[in-house]
C-alpha cells in the first residue's frame, strides 16, 4: 500500500476536507454584504472541476444582478411555497413558519440548470438519463463545501415553477433551471441542519442507511 | 462583514479544501489492497453529512462483500456496456476502447441507492421530485473528496439495469438505485479526467457556462 499511501493529503488537510463537509449548512438567512467577483470566479470555478457523466459537464450559470429580474424570481418561489404549503395538508402551517429561502437578502443569486441539447450525450445516461442532474449536484456540493470553507453560506431552493424560471432567463425549451442558489455572509452558520434544528425532521441513524450484501430493513427514525 | 470574516477557515484549511476538489478524479483502476472497515466508515459518514432536499436523507448504501453478488453486478455492467456501445453507433469502437469501470478490481463496491416511500416527502420536490436523486449525489460527492483526501479513489458507474440490480439486492420496487461505487486505493490519480485525457470529450471553457441575467450563449467546445 505504499503506492496509495503517498496519495494521502497531510492530516491538516484531511482535517479540513471533513470539516467543510461537517460545517455546511444549507443557508436560508443572510446578510447583505456583497461577495467579490473573483471570489464567486472561484466558487464557480469549484463547481466546473465536479465529475460529470461521460464528462458532458451539463451545469450552466446565471448570475442575477438585475434587481426586477432578482424579486420576479423571489415571486416564483414565493407562488410556489404556497403551493407546497396545501399539498402538504396537515403540515402546512408548520411549513409556512420555515424560512426557505434568502433571495431578497443574499449577496449573491445564481440560476443552476441543465443545459440544452443534452439527449446526444448517452455514456453512463442509457439506463439513467437523470445522471444530467447527478452531476450537476456534484457541481453545487463543491461551491457549497468552498463557500462554507471561505465563510460563505449558501442555500439551494428548489421551490419554483420550471417553466416561469425557463420564462425569466429566455432558456431554450429543453435546457431545465434545478437550482436557485443564495449565496452571501451569513451571522451565523445553522449548528444542526436547519429543518432538524426547526423540528422538521429527525436525523436518520447512519445504521439504518445501510447494509452488507442486501437492502437495509427500513427502521424507525431515530437520533444519533 | 467582520462577523463573517469569522466563519472563514484558515487559509491552509481552505487551499486543502479546493485540492481536494481539483485533483478528485472519477476512477476506473484500481488496486486489490483493502480499506479499513473504520475508513469506509468514515466515507459513508462524510456522505450522511450531506444537504437535504426537505432534510430526507433519501440515500441508502449496500456494501458489496460477497464475491459471487460482485460478479454478478460486473455482468450486469458489462450488459449494459455493450448495450451502451450499440446506441452509440459511429462512436461504438471509441467507447469500447475505454475503461469504464472496476467493479472486479477495487477494495469496496458499494452500491447507493434512493429510499422506497419517496413520494411522501413534497418540502422543495412538488415540482422537481428529482431533488432525492440531487441530494443522494452532494452525498456521493461528500464521499468522492474525503477519499480523495484519504488517498483513495473511487468511481461511480451508472451503466446498469435498474431492474437487475433491484432484483439482485432484493430492493423494494420504489426504491431506485443511482450508483455502483467502486472505492479504493489506486496506483495513481489521472492527471485530468480520464475522458479527457482519453479524447473522448473536452474540457469547456468556464465563460461558457455563465452568463449574467440570461442563457449563456451555447458556444464550440475549447480547451481551457
Chains 1, 2 share one sequence.
Not at 4 to 16: G, K, V, Y
Not at 84 to 101: G, H, I, P, W
Amino acid at each position: 500500500m505504499t503506492e496509495s499511501t503517498s496519495h494521502r493529503f497531510s492530516d491538516q488537510e484531511i482535517a479540513a476536507v471533513y470539516r467543510a463537509i461537517r460545517e455546511r449548512r444549507d443557508m436560508r438567512h443572510f446578510t447583505d454584504a456583497p461577495v467579490p467577483a473573483e471570489q464567486l470566479a472561484r466558487l464557480i470555478g469549484a463547481a466546473h472541476d465536479a465529475p460529470s457523466v461521460g464528462f458532458m459537464q451539463p451545469w450552466r450559470f446565471v448570475r442575477v444582478t438585475d434587481r426586477a429580474i432578482r424579486v420576479a424570481l423571489h415571486d416564483i418561489v414565493e407562488t410556489e411555497r404556497l403551493a407546497t404549503a396545501e399539498a402538504l395538508n396537515e403540515r402546512a402551517d408548520e411549513f409556512m413558519r420555515l424560512k426557505v429561502q434568502g433571495i431578497l437578502d443574499c449577496g449573491e443569486v445564481l440560476i443552476v440548470a441543465l443545459m440544452e441539447n443534452r439527449e446526444r450525450h448517452i455514456f453512463g445516461r442509457r439506463t439513467l438519463p437523470e445522471m444530467d442532474l447527478a452531476s450537476v449536484a456534484c457541481a453545487i456540493q463543491n461551491m457549497w463545501l468552498a463557500a462554507r470553507a471561505e465563510g460563505l453560506g449558501m442555500g439551494w431552493v428548489s421551490l419554483f415553477d420550471i417553466a416561469a424560471v425557463q420564462r425569466l432567463f429566455h432558456m431554450p425549451a429543453d435546457a431545465k433551471p434545478v437550482a436557485v442558489l443564495c449565496l452571501g455572509h451569513v451571522e451565523r452558520f445553522y449548528e444542526k441542519p436547519m429543518l432538524q434544528e426547526e423540528g422538521w425532521a429527525q436525523r436518520l441513524s447512519i445504521s439504518s442507511c445501510v447494509d452488507e450484501n442486501r437492502w437495509p430493513a427500513p427502521l424507525a427514525d431515530s437520533d444519533e
